[in-house]
């Protein structure tokens, strides 16, 4: 059977700040309606990635194609119209303190569109009630887990219908718990929603539970792709090293470059 077309194909992408490249001509294809998680050592460059695929930044040389179309070609307005088809989950949540949990899901809805408060109010709850949050809306993020403060980043950030969810290290200084709550609600987010979802993660045991398709960026290049039982037996050297200071904990960690 032949796969997918890509919904988004980085091709030979260069970015450099000064005199530091630090990305070095990355291939990435990612398919439609799966998870692609990408790792890599703290500056190896999933970061400076991710928010050229977002149309944040422009590269060097090299392109970006969503559905065909170059984002790199295109000009400031319609790259950002084009970004309201990529939702993102921040590391920390991000969510506004002084707004309360339905404010704060409708905040794009109210920047972005010209909708009544009553469409946007319904849009709001049928988010919560999806996302198993219903009741919540008038509480405000000090009043909720861990847990439940990413379901509400997740809330805001499916609020648009994107075609595209993008969360950046969703379970950095989450207790196992809560961390195996985040990996259900993207693996259910993604298959109820039909979504394509691109994860940066540090954390092994997650991506692991998580993927379809797992990434390795290496001094800004991409030297792995592969499915997770595929990518666990490569022999590629940096991956057998990620791999193995991963299961080090935080010596591992050190080993890595510092990533947290």
């Avoid at 309360?100 to 009553?118: G, K, M, Q």
């Avoid at 045991?205 to 030297?223: K, L, P």
């Amino acid at each position: 059977m032949a796969s997918p077309e890509p919904l988004i194909a980085v091709e030979e992408l260069h970015r450099r700040f000064g005199d530091k490249e630090v990305l070095r001509g990355v291939d990435l294809d990612i398919p439609p309606g799966l998870v692609t998680a990408i790792i890599g050592a703290s500056g190896s460059g999933k970061s400076v990635l991710v928010k050229h695929i977002i149309g944040l930044l422009q590269p060097t040389s090299g392109r970006i194609r969503f559905r065909g179309q170059d984002l790199t070609a295109m000009g400031r307005r319609p790259r950002d119209r084009l970004r309201r088809h990529f939702g993102m989950l921040f590391q920390h949540s991000a969510l506004f303190d002084s707004m309360s949990v339905e404010d704060n899901i409708a905040f794009p809805l109210v920047e972005h569109t010209r909708w009544s408060r009553r469409e946007i109010r319904r849009t709001v709850a049928e988010k919560l009630e999806l996302l198993g949050l219903a009741g919540t809306g008038q509480m405000f993020p000090a009043d909720l887990s861990g847990g439940m403060r990413k379901r509400v980043a997740l809330a805001r950030a499916i609020v648009l219908n994107p075609d595209v969810l993008i969360y950046d290290e969703p379970t950095t200084g989450l207790d196992p718990i809560t961390t195996l709550q985040v990996d259900r609600m993207i693996k259910e987010t993604q298959e109820r929603l039909h979504v394509t979802s691109v994860v940066i993660s540090h954390d092994m045991a997650s991506t692991f539970r998580i993927a379809d398709r797992i990434a390795m960026i290496h001094e800004g290049r991409i030297v792995e792709c592969a499915p997770p039982d595929r990518f666990r037996d490569s022999s590629r050297a940096e991956v057998r090293q990620f791999l193995l200071a991963s299961s080090l904990g935080g010596e591992g960690r050190a080993l890595l470059g510092g990533a947290p």
